[in-house]
């Protein structure tokens, strides 16, 4: 039988540039291992040869809103379509648990950013993933090239952890010199933001993956707005009526979604987006006002593209 000591159990703490993050429950480390059958006619699959391998790192942030944490969980909203997410040197993710045990994933990049809940009722962060990769210039055979296990070094405290960082609280929007939204307005159940970061893996014959490009980051709010009026909806989501056309781009509106909390310092700011769908719920104990998705678009300035969304707090 297994000495108990021999059975290890205890939550973590992730750090990655300077940044420590806890989670809400488990943090999950998957190590893949990519093969490929090899399938022969008169016996069927006689074996399976490794070709790629790779970590995914996930879990639920604790929900502190910091500039430490946004720079780990957002560091795409001002994308440079193409870009290595890995970068020319390795960014280590470091994994601290309670045993004092050190986990390090060698080159690791986000593959995930959080979605966004803002209301009174949850913590602001959802799920997020980060991948590692081999580091740069390690081979398959060379040692600590893509995670590493330590059974010292590692500690839980996170001297940055406070509290009052964990942010639950009523928000309102502007949607800037949009009529019927040019006020600040208010929700029947919160925002919800979400955002699709899609990359491209670089794969090379005696490495495997080697580096991931990106390849596309786009941005949707959404919410059930109270008193804005059909006439409002109508005339921005330009479905009918005057403005609407086939073809329309919905950057014509040219006018940033403005979504800030009662701390009047969280502040999340989708740039030239418009209104992608609306609608109405019906019921006898039901809000009657539906769900509105605004899709942030990305403007240029002299050629320059400029970010899909800010943050700040």
């Given amino acids: 039988m297994p000495a108990r000591s021999s059975i290890i159990t ?3 703490r992730l750090v990655m540039s300077a940044a420590s993050l806890h989670t809400k429950g ?3 480390v998957d190590i893949i291992e990519e093969t490929i059958p090899i399938e022969t006619a008169p016996y069927g699959r006689i074996d399976e040869r490794a070709v790629d391998a790779m970590i995914k790192i996930s879990g639920t942030p604790d929900g502190r809103w910091s500039s430490a944490i946004r720079g780990i969980l957002f560091p795409y909203l001002n994308p440079t379509i193409g870009a290595d ?6 960014v280590p993710l470091a994994i601290h648990d309670q045993n004092a045990h050190l986990h390090t994933v060698v080159a690791a990049a986000l593959t995930k950013m959080p979605s966004l809940t803002l209301t009174p009722r949850e913590t602001m962060l959802g799920d997020f993933e ?7 210039g390690k081979d398959w055979d060379d040692a600590d090239g893509l995670y590493t296990v330590a059974t010292s070094g590692g500690s839980l405290t996170d001297t940055a952890f ?3 960082a964990i942010k639950t609280q009523v928000y309102s929007g502007v949607w800037s010199g949009i009529t019927g939204f040019s006020s600040a307005f208010y929700t029947v159940e919160g925002w919800t933001v979400d955002f699709d970061l899609q990359t491209t893996p670089i794969q090379v014959d005696e490495i495997g993956t080697i580096k991931q490009v990106l390849s596309s980051v786009s941005v949707m709010a959404r919410c059930r707005p109270l008193g804005v009026s059909w006439a409002n909806i109508e005339a921005a989501l330009k479905i009918q009526g005057t403005g609407g056309a086939r073809g329309r781009s919905l950057q014509a509106a040219g006018a940033d979604l403005t979504i800030t909390g009662a701390d009047a310092s969280t502040i999340i700011v989708l740039k030239s987006p418009n209104l992608k769908s609306a609608g109405y719920k019906f019921g006898n104990a039901i809000v009657r ?6 899709v942030g678009t990305r403007s240029f300035s002299s050629g320059v593209a400029g970010a899909i969304a800010t943050m700040a707090g």
């Fill in 10 to 12: 205890g939550p973590a």
């Fill in 26 to 28: 488990d943090l999950n």
């Fill in 85 to 90: 997410i890995f970068t020319a040197s390795d």
């Fill in 130 to 136: 980060f991948t590692g990769i081999r580091g740069t």
């Fill in 162 to 164: 406070t509290v009052a």
């Fill in 289 to 294: 006002d539906g769900e509105l998705a605004w």
